[in-house]
C-alpha cells in the first residue's frame, strides 16, 4: 500500500499527496513497521517542505502541525527538523498503550524473552504484575501479545518499545477514548508523557459530521460490505457466533474453515 499525507486547513479544505516511491507491503505487519521505519523519513520531509514552499502561489497554507499515527514516529523527527509542533494519534486502547510503555521493564524483569514455547502453554503467562501503575490485578497474558515471543530481537517487539520512546518527544499525544472510560490510565499516561488528550471514540465522531460532502468520512478506510448484515438479520437471535481477525489479517478458505470447525467444537 502507498504512504499517503493529508493536507487540511479544515474539514472542506484538504488534499491527499502521496509519498513518491514509496510502496508498503499491506499484509506483513513485520516488514511494513520495518519499512515505514528505514525509509520513510526523508521522502515524508521532501513532501512537507514541498508543500511549504508551494504556500507564496497562494494556492495552500503553510503547514503549522502534522498529526501522525503513533507507529510512524518518523514523523517526530521530520517535525524536530522543521520545527513544527507535532501530535501522536495512538489509535490501540490506553490500556494497550500503557502495557507497551512497560515492555521494556518486563523485559528488565528477566520476563520476556519466553524460555521456550511451552510458556505459552504451561501457565507461566500467568505470572502476576502487579507494578504497573494504574492497571491492577494483571497478569503477563494480560499484556498486548507482542511479548509472547522468544527471540530477544523480535522485530516487532523492539519496534514498539522504539515507538514509545519516540511518543517522549512529541508535543502531544491523542487517544481513542473517553476519560470516563480510563481515567486511570489515562493519569498514568499524562505524568508519563507529554500532555494526553482522549478525543474517542472515533466512530462517534464520524457520525457527528453534518456536511454533506463529508458523509463519506469514516473511521474505516476498507470498503464495508453491508450484505453480512441482511444475512445476520435473518438469522435467529443468539444462534451466531462473531469471530474478528482484525483488519490486517489474511487467510485463506482452508483457514477459515479450520476456525469454522473449531469453534463449532
Given amino acids: 500500500m502507498p504512504l499517503m499525507v493529508c493536507q487540511a486547513s479544515n474539514l472542506k479544505q484538504s488534499q491527499m499527496v502521496f509519498l513518491p516511491k514509496i510502496w508498503m507491503p499491506s499484509q506483513d505487519i513485520p516488514s511494513l513497521c520495518d519499512s515505514t521505519r528505514e525509509t520513510c523519513l526523508v521522502p515524508f520531509l521532501n513532501v512537507l517542505t514541498k508543500l511549504n514552499d508551494s504556500t507564496s502561489s497562494g494556492l495552500v497554507q503553510p503547514i503549522t502541525c502534522i498529526i501522525s499515527d503513533g507507529c510512524m514516529s518518523f514523523s517526530v523527527k521530520a517535525a524536530e527538523e522543521l520545527g513544527i509542533p507535532i501530535v501522536l494519534f495512538w489509535p490501540t486502547s490506553p490500556c ?41 490485578s494483571i497478569q503477563l497474558r494480560d499484556l498486548p501479545s507482542f511479548i509472547r515471543t522468544t527471540d530477544p530481537n523480535d522485530l516487532l517487539l523492539n519496534f514498539l518499545i522504539a515507538e514509545v520512546e519516540n511518543a517522549n518527544k512529541a508535543t502531544a499525544i491523542i487517544l481513542n477514548t473517553f476519560e470516563e472510560l480510563d481515567q486511570d490510565v489515562v493519569n498514568v499516561l499524562a505524568l508519563m508523557f507529554p500532555p494526553v488528550y482522549t478525543i474517542g471514540p472515533l466512530h462517534m465522531l464520524a457520525d457527528q459530521v453534518s456536511q454533506r460532502n463529508l458523509v463519506s468520512i469514516g473511521s474505516n478506510m476498507w470498503k464495508e460490505d453491508t450484505e453480512c448484515l441482511q444475512w445476520l438479520e435473518s438469522k435467529k437471535p443468539r444462534s451466531v457466533v462473531y469471530v474478528n481477525y482484525g483488519s490486517s489479517h489474511s487467510h485463506d478458505s482452508r483457514s477459515t474453515h479450520g476456525v469454522c470447525l473449531g469453534i463449532g467444537q
Avoid at 118 to 125: A, V
Fill in 96 to 136: 494497550g498503550f500503557l502495557g507497551i510503555a512497560h515492555f521494556q521493564s518486563v523485559i528488565d524483569k528477566g520476563l520476556v524473552p519466553l524460555k521456550d514455547e511451552t510458556d505459552l502453554t504451561n501457565g507461566y503467562l500467568n505470572t502476576k504484575v502487579d507494578w504497573i501503575p494504574g492497571m491492577r
